[in-house]
């Protein structure tokens, strides 16, 4: 009967080497060391992690550039503009509004914004003058006749101070009615009051012809 030869036995070097051991032989001896593994790298999506980095900031979005001058006012229900006070449009150098405009469009209205400002800066300067030059007047005059004149003077410059201060209150009227989009139509017909009245006078809050209506009316009303 022929016996098979069976696979000769694994050294004990080729047995470390399969349980994951190395084996450095060095002359006759050989020595066996532990074979480290290391993991394989898998992408950061499939270990569970955004393999897209994520935006430093919130505030790094920016914001949509505007497209038009009309983009920097809102827009009422009834289609007219109102400007806030907080937003700011450059107007080119020496611009006036013109008829072939779209009435009370954003650049009407920041013209118009510029001049009441401008005239509400001038009266309070004229107002604060006024008052520093009642309180640095000299009231001791001796001449009766010199000391009468000062104090018609001084009655012209209260009266004229009481006249900016009513009309610093217009001015802030008008400045509300354009941040309400209120601004250049009529209170009572709700009619366009004009680029030429508003030129003329820009706290006007009644188109000519209801002003005229208005003075007729207490005309008839003083009789």
């Not at 809102?74 to 611009?95: F, V």
Request: proline share 7%; charged share 35%.
């Amino acid at each position: 009967m022929v016996k098979r030869a069976g696979k000769p036995a694994p050294k004990p070097a080729e047995q470390s080497a399969r349980h994951g051991h190395a084996v450095v032989k060095s002359g006759k001896s050989a020595t066996v060391k532990p074979v480290q593994s290391h993991p394989a790298k898998l992408p950061t999506s499939v270990a569970g992690k955004p393999t897209v980095k994520p935006s430093s900031s919130v505030n790094s979005i920016k914001a949509p550039p505007i497209k038009s001058i009309d983009d920097v006012a809102l827009t009422r229900d009834d289609g007219r503009y109102a400007l806030p006070a907080s937003t700011h449009i450059d107007l080119p150098k020496g611009y006036k509004p013109k008829t072939s405009e779209e009435y009370m469009c954003p650049r009407h209205l920041a013209y118009f914004r510029n001049k009441l400002r401008d005239w509400r800066d001038q009266l309070v300067e004229e107002s604060r003058q006024t008052m520093d030059n009642l309180r640095e007047e000299v009231r001791d005059v001796g001449d009766d006749a010199e000391r009468a004149t000062r104090e018609t003077e001084n009655s012209l410059e209260l009266r004229t101070r009481d006249r900016y201060r009513k009309l610093i209150a217009k001015i802030d009227k008008a400045l509300r009615r354009i941040e309400e989009g209120r601004y250049g139509f009529c209170e009572e017909t709700d009619e366009d009051i004009g680029l030429e009245r508003l030129e003329a006078r820009p706290i006007a809050t009644l188109s000519l012809d209801a002003q005229e209506r208005r003075e007729h009316l207490r005309k008839q009303i003083g009789e």
